[in-house]
């Protein structure tokens, strides 16, 4: 009679576990809108997302131009698959073709690169596969926003350098933002690089700023610049992330020097200013003491402690 009954249970287990074999289960996210390319019924926000088609226990379909998505249970836009969904994720990485675990999360699903691409789910949705025969390209980065409609325009192309963790821009002929112009820092598909501001507030030029991956706040600038720009994004000594963008009129200016400090990962620490704690003095790079730190690096004399320190 146990035995009877312990089969009953693993039969019940095997069932619950398996228990999402056949039903529906839906797709939305960033993809090309031709007619012939991306979704059927549209990107991110069509109330009735495009469908995975079921047969032999696994999930299919296959999207042209995907670089991000979310998958989910429930039927309805992305803000609803946020909000009650149940939505899937994973951290798929950058080589297509490999088997990743799924789990329950709001975070969009980033293919390797911008491509057509075959999309499997386990049946059981314990696993999501991507292949593609688009070629890999090369990762391209851009200013994107208000000032050339948020597409990825060839003008506004930025340079990368240090195995693509700093880019840099400098305005040519008319290219210039204006005042309160909202911008990021993002690939042509919004997925390995879609860089914002922190907050809303206006940016103030020749000041280091951090920067959020996937930000809902833009970035946008307090006065009018026709300059150079230079952004890194990439992590400390730490294994923090460091991200930080830097604006200036001055078509000539350098990346911030403690910059290579932090990709030649030479121990340079992310601290909080204490304004609590009068007996910590910091100094800047040449020496001179300053009272009200602001974004930057510092050196901090703490009795008889001496470190070199980064303000955020």
């Not at 704690?277 to 510092?298: F, I």
Request: charged share 20%; glycine share 8%.
């Amino acid at each position: 009679m146990k035995k009877i009954y312990a089969l009953a249970a693993a039969a019940f287990m095997a069932l619950a576990a398996n228990a999402q074999n056949g039903a529906p289960l839906y797709i939305t996210g960033q993809a090309g809108a031709d007619d012939n390319s991306g979704f059927v019924n549209g990107n991110w926000n069509a109330t009735t997302p495009d469908e995975f088609t079921f047969a032999d226990g696994v999930y299919s379909i296959h999207v042209n131009n995907l670089s991000s998505f979310t998958i989910s249970k429930a039927c309805g836009s992305w803000d609803a698959l946020q909000a009650e969904g149940m939505p899937l994720t994973c951290n798929y990485g950058d080589v297509p073709g490999v088997a990743v675990n799924l789990e329950e999360g709001k975070a969009n699903i980033l293919t390797p690169w911008l491509g057509d691409y075959d999309v499997v789910v386990a049946g059981d949705l314990s696993t999501i596969t991507l292949t593609t025969n688009t070629p890999q390209p090369p990762m391209e980065v851009y200013l994107r926003g208000d000032m050339n409609g948020w597409g990825s325009p060839a003008e506004w192309l930025m340079t990368p350098s240090e195995g693509n963790k700093v880019f840099h821009f400098v305005c040519s002929g008319d290219l210039a933002i204006k005042a309160g112009e909202s911008f990021k820092i993002a690939d042509a598909g919004w997925a390995k690089y879609n860089y914002g501001a922190t907050s809303a507030e206006a940016i103030e030029l020749d000041l280091e700023y951090d920067s959020w991956f996937n930000s809902s706040d833009n970035f946008s600038l307090a006065e009018e610049w026709d300059g150079a720009c230079w952004a890194i994004f990439t992590k400390d000594a730490e294994g923090n992330d460091f991200n930080q963008v830097f604006f200036s009129n001055d078509k000539e200016v350098e990346m911030p020097e403690y910059w290579s400090e932090v990709l030649a990962g030479s121990g340079v620490q992310t601290v909080a200013v204490d304004n609590n704690n009068a007996t910590a003095k910091y100094y800047n790079l040449q020496g001179v003491e300053v009272a009200n730190p602001e974004s930057g690096l510092y050196i901090v004399v703490k009795g008889n402690e001496t470190k070199k320190v980064l303000v955020k």
